[in-house]
């Protein structure tokens, strides 16, 4: 059967159906960009399980607008939901496309993003163990950094 929203909010079950209809039609893409558009932390981590992250970064990856969306939204309280959102923002940062026109135009942006996702990724150091820091949180401080060095050359 289908996986039903937390009803705890209004926002939650207004939206709530509108993604699942979206995540059934496989417009996965869509169903992250209504999640990401409530601005609601809770619905974004309500929706996210439903997602195959394959499904969404594979063959035909996000657009840029939704790619920084979802690490704008998704760092906060980084070690609740830890495995999931380190996920899912590891392939955001993969699928960041340096060629892009948009992140040519909002580099500021993009390197703002990254650094607050660092100082989310040193917050979250502190309230989980060293493993899940190496096994969800090492890969994605390295990448951002990359990003970062690369951007800031521009």
Known sequence: ???????????????????????????????????????????????????????????????????????????????????LKAEFLSEAIQAIDLDHEIIKAHKDSVVTLLSLLLDHIDKAKEEITPREYLRNLKNLRWASQQIIARVSQW
């Not at 990856?61 to 998704?74: F, G, K, N, T």
């Open 1 to 83: 059967g289908a996986t039903t929203f937390n009803q705890s909010s209004g926002i939650n079950a207004e939206y709530g159906e509108e993604i699942q209809e979206c995540i059934e039609n496989g417009d996965y893409h869509e169903a992250l960009n209504k999640a990401l558009v409530a601005i609601n932390v809770d619905l974004l981590l309500d929706t996210l399980p439903k997602l195959n992250v394959d499904d969404v970064f594979g063959d035909n990856p996000p657009s840029q607008p939704l790619i920084l969306a979802l690490l704008s939204q998704l760092p906060n309280d980084l070690h609740v939901k830890l495995e």
